[in-house]
C-alpha cells in the first residue's frame, strides 16, 4: 500500500513527498527489518509509533490501518478513519488526489505566457462542499473555473467571466450546473484565464 504511493511519487514527484510506514504494534528491529527484506519496502519504517517517545501515533491517529496526509506544516490535510471503517480505508485515488492537491504543478502553457496564477480546493477530499480559490498577479477579460469529471467532460462551471488581480474564492457545493449532487469520485479542477491554465485533482466523497 505504502509501496504504492512511495513507488509512484518517487518517479513523478522526486524529493517532494514522504511516505512512512509506522509500527503501531512497536515491533523490534530485527522484526521491521524482517518485513522490509519480505515486501521490498522502499519507504521508512518507524518503530515504537505507539509509544510515548516523540509523540504516540495510535492515539493521535488511532488503531488499526490508517491513512494520513500531512502538508508541510504538519496539518493534517487527509484522515481515511474518519470517513471509512476498519478494513476499509485504503483509498488510493483519494489518496493520491490529497497529495497531488499539496504538490500540483504548471500544466498546459508555461507561467512566462500568461499572467501568473495558482489553483487550490480546501479540503480535499471534499465531503458535501470545498473552497476554490485563484490568485491572479494581473486582471483579465476572460476566465473560467471547470469540473470535469474524469473523461475530461465538464460538469460543473463555478466561474465564468472576467476577473481582477488578486484572490478570488468560490465555495463549491460538489453538484453539477443543474443543482444535481455529483458522484463521489475523483475530477478534474481546471482554471482557465487568457492563455494560461492550472488543473488538479479533487476527490469528492459522500
Same mark, same amino acid.
Given at each position: 500500500?505504502?509501496? =504504492?504511493?512511495?513507488? *509512484?511519487?518517487?518517479?513523478?514527484?522526486?524529493?517532494?513527498?514522504?511516505?512512512?510506514?509506522?509500527?503501531?504494534?512497536? &515491533?523490534?528491529?530485527?522484526?521491521?527489518?524482517?518485513?522490509?527484506?519480505?515486501?521490498?519496502?522502499?519507504?521508512?519504517?518507524?518503530?515504537?509509533?505507539?509509544?510515548?517517545?516523540?509523540?504516540?501515533?495510535?492515539?493521535?491517529?488511532?488503531?488499526? =490501518?490508517?491513512?494520513?496526509?500531512?502538508?508541510?506544516?504538519?496539518?493534517?490535510?487527509? +484522515?481515511?478513519?474518519?470517513?471509512?471503517? +476498519?478494513?476499509?480505508?485504503? *483509498?488510493?485515488?483519494?489518496?493520491?488526489?490529497?497529495? =497531488?492537491?499539496?504538490?500540483?504543478?504548471?500544466?498546459?502553457?508555461?507561467?512566462?505566457?500568461?499572467?501568473?496564477?495558482?489553483?487550490?480546493?480546501?479540503?480535499?477530499?471534499?465531503?458535501?462542499?470545498?473552497r476554490l480559490a485563484?490568485?491572479?498577479?494581473?486582471?483579465?477579460?476572460?476566465?473560467?473555473?471547470?469540473?470535469?469529471?474524469?473523461?475530461?467532460?465538464?460538469?460543473?462551471?463555478?466561474? $465564468?467571466?472576467?476577473?481582477?488581480? &488578486?484572490? *478570488?474564492?468560490?465555495?463549491w457545493d460538489a453538484?453539477?450546473?443543474?443543482g444535481a449532487p455529483?458522484?463521489?469520485?475523483?475530477?478534474?479542477?481546471?482554471?482557465?484565464?487568457?492563455?494560461?491554465?492550472?488543473?488538479? $485533482?479533487?476527490?469528492?466523497?459522500?
Amino acid at each position: 500500500m505504502q509501496q =504504492d504511493i512511495a513507488q *509512484h511519487y518517487a518517479s513523478t514527484k522526486p524529493g517532494e513527498v514522504q511516505v512512512l510506514g509506522v509500527d503501531l504494534w512497536n &515491533g523490534t528491529t530485527a522484526q521491521l527489518n524482517a518485513f522490509r527484506t519480505s515486501t521490498g519496502a522502499t519507504y521508512p519504517l518507524l518503530l515504537n509509533g505507539a509509544s510515548f517517545t516523540g509523540g504516540n501515533v495510535e492515539t493521535l491517529y488511532g488503531t488499526y =490501518d490508517n491513512y494520513i496526509v500531512l502538508n508541510k506544516q504538519r496539518v493534517v490535510r487527509y +484522515h481515511a478513519a474518519l470517513g471509512w471503517p +476498519h478494513g476499509n480505508r485504503y *483509498h488510493l485515488n483519494e489518496i493520491r488526489a490529497c497529495v =497531488d492537491s499539496l504538490v500540483s504543478s504548471t500544466v498546459d502553457v508555461p507561467p512566462s505566457a500568461a499572467p501568473p496564477l495558482s489553483l487550490s480546493a480546501s479540503p480535499n477530499p471534499a465531503r458535501g462542499s470545498c473552497r476554490l480559490a485563484v490568485t491572479l498577479a494581473e486582471a483579465v477579460s476572460e476566465a473560467s473555473v471547470e469540473v470535469l469529471d474524469i473523461a475530461g467532460r465538464v460538469v460543473a462551471t463555478p466561474w $465564468r467571466g472576467a476577473l481582477g488581480a &488578486g484572490l *478570488h474564492e468560490w465555495r463549491w457545493d460538489a453538484s453539477d450546473d443543474r443543482g444535481a449532487p455529483l458522484a463521489a469520485g475523483v475530477y478534474l479542477v481546471r482554471a482557465r484565464f487568457g492563455g494560461d491554465s492550472r488543473t488538479l $485533482r479533487l476527490a469528492v466523497t459522500r
